[in-house]
């Protein structure tokens, strides 16, 4: 017994270690703490609404914004809206969860990401199973462009059914935001300062959509590319200066070779931080 306790406790540990060092990924606080999935939902159950901020590509982020859908809608009411779908895209959308049309037929008549069946057919058909409703939020990508082109002024040109598919004129925006300013960084000066100000338009109209289609009966949840949300801008810039008194929570993912310890520079991106393994094969 004292030869064999002794090597089977070896075991365990060895075993344990091993196992630790094949997660996929980790989740921190804002402040670089180490978190678990089970807090994440804890807190998700007391939010208005949450802003889930992922990587395209990222499978691991994909299937945690599905296992976070089922977790909430086991207690709570919900309703989801996606920057993955256009305002002007809402009518097939729904005619798609009303099982109207095939998922071809959806595929053919909305303006669907390459890696939608893939990355988020899963969402919307656990929505329709569960008739809980989605949400087109993102302005439609040609508003966006003439925005690039222009600037804000060739909005006012639109008419009063185009100007529905936006967030109401005129749009705020606030150069200063760090987020906008990293943009023009990252492209080199590319673009000119009308690139965020395209960005701040999709933002702006994703918060519109979001709070336009809100319920006081659900949480809802809102799917994003992290850049939309990430350092509590964005999104949730738009969010606050129209509605400060709710209750907003956001989520990030970002990569790390290693993801037991957060780098200094994700920390505060955003309430929750899903650190992913960067050797986790992409979806595209």
């Not at 008739?131 to 508003?143: G, L, M, Q, W």
């Not at 109209?205 to 979001?210: G, N, V």
């Amino acid at each position: 017994m004292k030869i064999i306790l002794p090597f089977v406790l070896y075991f365990l540990l060895l075993s344990c270690s091993f196992g630790q060092k094949m997660n996929a990924y980790q989740i921190y606080t804002s402040n670089g703490k180490k978190t678990t999935y089970k807090q994440l939902v804890k807190t998700a159950y007391q939010s208005h609404i949450i802003l889930f901020g992922e990587l395209h590509n990222n499978a691991v982020a994909h299937w945690l914004e599905l296992e976070v859908l089922k977790s909430i809608s086991e207690k709570k009411q919900i309703a989801i809206g996606a920057e993955m779908f256009e305002t002007d895209n809402q009518l097939v959308l729904n005619a798609y969860l009303l099982d109207s049309i095939t998922v071809k037929e959806l595929d053919t008549t909305a303006r669907l990401w390459n890696n939608f069946k893939t990355d988020y057919l899963p969402l919307i058909d656990f929505a329709k199973k569960k008739e809980i409703p989605v949400f087109a939020t993102n302005v439609p990508r040609r508003y966006a462009s003439m925005v690039y082109r222009k600037g804000f002024t060739c909005l006012d040109t639109l008419s009063d059914k185009e100007k529905a598919w936006i967030a109401t004129l005129p749009i705020a925006y606030d150069s200063s935001l760090s987020g906008y300013k990293s943009m023009l960084t990252m492209m080199g000066g590319h673009g000119g300062d009308n690139l965020p100000k395209a960005q701040a338009l999709k933002d702006a109209t994703m918060a519109h959509f979001i709070l336009a289609n809100h319920d006081s009966s659900k949480t809802f949840i809102h799917y994003n590319g992290s850049y939309h949300s990430d350092d509590y801008q964005g999104i949730l810039w738009y969010l606050n200066l129209q509605k400060p008194e709710f209750n907003y929570l956001t989520i990030t993912t970002v990569s790390q070779p290693d993801i037991y310890k957060l780098s200094d520079e994700f920390k505060r991106k955003a309430d929750f931080i899903i650190v992913v393994d960067e050797d986790m094969t992409n979806t595209y």
